[in-house]
């Protein structure tokens, strides 16, 4: 609020108690049954009842003034004072231990908010066919959080909204229009409630919003007067509160005074007049909801000062309090009213000022300790003061004596006692802190640092959760507004299209329901060294996870690394689906290597699928029937060679994956016995060759029923081959098959869910 517009209020408040109002001046809830009719009749008495308002909270005004004054740097000591008391040249700094404070406690909540790569978890509604449902439920959180997160005010609110939540425990957020999804935030200073409100909006019977509107942002309501006159804008009376805050230079007449012409106003702000802009000052308005006798919420909008008539109002328009206004308090104070809630800012204020006060001193105590005092014993031998150096001595001025001084060791007075108050402002600060534990720490393994960031995330856990919990209600209601299609503005337009061109259409985003709609939180409560440990213990049980659940846990690792922006290089959100294709590939893999064939391996192949469910078996079947005799190691070694030497590559990539150590000790003991075999039965191959090639160096005659019966097992090795080839081929025609057929279902399936087939 300007400062004119607010010492205006406080010179109406003060010239008479006729102003003023109560809530006696409203009817009773349920006092009248009709739901066209409101208990809030006057802009008059709804004003007078916010002067008392303004009035009751006068002294906690100043209090909160003070807190504010402290985090902004002010120093402890007022200067006028000091200078008055010829305390001028004290030490009045403010060191700002209050700032780094909040500087620590605002790094968790916005770690809360940066780390998170979907602000919100969305569920879709029954209609919505399941094949469907996951993908489209995804789509829409993505896009969601892209429009959050492009709207410049969004960041800028956030941040507010947890500066007012930490500093004062109280913060709030407030919809000035019934339609849109946009919020503002404030603090007690802008939204004035009753003392005795309880800390809850549920309970709240009335509430107040400060605005500051500049001009023409006004006139953007009204621009169509029949329009805004069945949105619920009165138009005489914004044209008439803009007349009255209007500066500019044109000018009319009216009954012998002067007063800005509406015509001309209005042909400077279509005409784009920067002085329209630059020259007027803002309008001070206030947002007014009143529960209305059905327990809804009626909106209506007045001129902080001097108000005739309700520039807006639209009788329940809310069906609950949190479709118009959410509080984020911490706790719910001492008495269950908002106005007892405390923050940081209070906890620590007698803290921070002691610690100024007393480091101001010790500051003085130096300087003090680090010169020479000096006593004129005139006011002339003050005048004439002067030193004289002579090589290593020192002569001063005639008239002028050294005193003797004696000050006191602050190393042994202040140092304790400012340890003491930073210990005891540490505790009162239960906030988490991104830090881990400090230099010199006695901690003496990983697990004892674990516990220390475990004690600090519980002590945060109460204030964390409570901010989340009306985060999350927030969240909800802002997605109500985007999917209920009552938002027309340019950013939810492209939010939907930007939806379609994913394949999730209008009809579908529709189907949200808000009051499944949730705020997610971020791993860690808010600090990175949390994260870390939570995510190493999340890794140590991976081995039970699913391919899926492994993945979000590598891209969790890698985001937390290098932020969710750069995780996509390394673990992709959707990689693409390589399942069917590999399965395909290592089947048609193992015909080669039967046969002898080197293959190579790809780095970028699903290495886990391609020997789990490809080669190992057909590995480890064929190191069997040469184990027990039944197929000829002569022919078989060039295929268990192969073999070999392809599982090999593949495992090399796939131990990299820490999940898969257990499966990669398993096949590293059959790559031990296979490696055996092969080496083995190797040399009694070579072996042969050499006594058959020193046979028929001699001229010894080579037996023939030997090589016939070699012939023969070669013959029958490769009709085996022949026939298992021709098995998997016919296998795999069947599957391949089989999967056209179930996709053809799930289309007919899908076509009639959605109404489109016959």
Known sequence: MAAKGLSTIKRSADSGSDLLGTLDDFPEINQKPKDTDTRFKSADKAHGLYLSLLRADESSSVQRSRVDAMYDGVPPYDAKVLKSTGQGSRTNLNFGEAQRYLDIAMSA????????????????????????????????????????????????????????????GVGFCYFESPNKWNFRVGGFYDFVLPRQTPASEEQVEVAYGRREYMLHELYEFIKNPEKAERMGWDVEETRRVILRNAKTSVRGRENGGPTPSWEAFQRELKNNDVLTGVANTTVSVVHFWGREHHGKISHFIFAEDDPKNWMFKKLNKFQTAEEAFIFFTYGVGNNGTIHSVRGQGTRIFPHVQMLNRLRCNTADG??????????????????????????????????????????????????????????????????????????????????????????????????????????????????????????????????????????????????????????????????????????????????????????????????????????????????????????????????????????????????????????????????????????????????????????????KLFSLDPAAQGDVAQIKQLMQVAEEWIVNTGRKVQKMQREAAQQQSEGQPIDQSKQAALQMRVEEHQLKMDIARQKAELDMSIRQAKHQQELAMNDARNAVDMGLGG
């Open 109 to 168: 909540f916005i770690d809360l908010y940066s780390s998170l790569e979907n602000l919100v978890s969305v569920q879709l509604g029954p209609g919505v066919p399941d094949q469907l449902r996951t993908e489209a439920e995804a789509v829409i959180a993505e896009e969601l959080t892209a429009m959050l997160r492009r709207n410049p005010e969004f960041h800028s609110n956030y941040q507010r909204l947890c500066t007012e939540f930490i500093k004062h």
């Open 366 to 651: 130096a300087m003090l300790a680090s010169g020479v005092m000096i006593q004129p014993d005139s006011e002339r031998a003050l005048q004439n003061l002067s030193f004289t150096f002579f090589g290593p001595f020192s002569v001063l001025s005639p008239n002028v004596n050294v005193v003797e001084k004696a000050i006191p060791n602050l190393t042994n007075t202040a140092r304790p006692v400012i340890q003491d108050m930073e210990q005891q402002l540490a505790a009162n600060v239960d906030l988490t802190t991104t830090y881990g534990p400090q230099k010199g720490s006695p901690y003496r393994n990983v697990l004892q640092v674990e516990h220390d960031l475990a004690v600090k995330s519980s002590l945060s856990g109460a204030t964390l959760n409570l901010f989340h919990m009306s985060w999350s209600r927030l969240m909800r209601e802002v997605v109500r507004r985007v999917v209920s299609g009552s938002d027309k503005s340019g950013e939810v337009k492209a939010f939907y299209q930007r939806c379609a061109e994913r394949g999730v259409l209008p009809d579908v985003v529709e189907q949200v329901m808000p009051d499944r709609t949730f705020a997610l939180r971020a791993i860690g409560n808010g600090s990175h060294a949390n994260r870390l440990v939570a995510l190493r213990e999340l890794n140590g049980i991976s081995g039970s996870f699913d391919e899926v659940g492994r993945r979000n846990l590598i891209r969790d690792i890698v985001a937390t690394r290098v932020g969710h922006d750069l995780a996509d290089r390394y673990a992709p959100v959707n990689p693409e689906p390589r399942l069917a294709v590999d399965a395909k590939v290592s089947i048609l893999e193992n015909d080669q290597l039967q046969r002898g064939e080197n293959v190579p391996v790809l780095d970028n192949e699903l290495h886990g699928m391609h020997l789990l469910q490809g080669h190992v078996p057909v590995f480890s079947e064929l190191l069997a029937t040469v184990q027990e005799g039944t197929a000829d190691p002569v022919q078989a070694l060039p295929a268990m060679q192969a073999f070999y030497n392809h599982v090999t590559e593949h495992l």
